[in-house]
């Protein structure tokens, strides 16, 4: 069924006066969404040469917007890799995570069921070192909280 259902959303914008326009690629890439839970490469790419793109530009748009994800994934850890957090055991803290998650390349866990990624900075230096999970602030973190918050998210 999927397969039916992707063919019917290629060939819709394929016929679409202007395919390639951004606004496009990004309503197409959503609906891909919408069908399998989130926009694998290999989909990406196919859904590029259904409207005569490179699908290099679809995968960036997968990564680029925060709405689209590349592997079905249910929770999203963003652990702070700024200055202030790595003074004050950001590092230490983001081992326990991928300790816990073994995270892939792509910083899908093991299970495939959480994203692990980095940011910057997550402009909450006063409560260093900060996670954030799902959109939740946890500050003042501990490599031992850290495990327990991604052991949380794996079960759920």
């Given at each position: 069924?999927?397969?039916?259902?992707?063919?019917?959303?290629?060939?819709?914008?394929?016929?679409?006066?202007d395919p390639r326009r951004q606004e496009n690629l990004v309503a197409m890439l959503r609906e891909i969404q919408d069908v399998l839970g989130c926009v694998p490469d290999g989909v990406a790419a196919q859904a590029a040469r259904a409207v005569g793109?490179?699908?290099?530009?679809l995968t960036s748009l997968v990564r680029r917007f925060s709405t689209l994800k590349s592997a079905a994934w249910s929770h999203r850890i963003t652990a702070c890799s700024g200055a202030r957090c790595g003074a004050r055991q950001g590092a230490e803290v983001y081992r326990a995570l991928c300790e816990v998650l073994r995270p892939g390349p792509d910083g899908v866990s093991e299970n495939g069921r959480v994203l692990l990624c980095t940011q910057n900075c997550l402009k909450q230096c006063r409560t260093s070192p900060n996670v954030l999970a799902d959109g939740v602030l946890?500050?003042?973190?501990?490599?031992?909280?850290?495990r327990e918050l991604a052991r949380k998210l794996l079960e759920e």
């Open positions: 069924m999927n397969e039916e259902q992707l063919s019917e959303i290629f060939d819709y914008y394929a016929a679409l006066p793109e490179k699908p290099v530009v946890h500050p003042h973190m501990t490599p031992e909280s850290a």
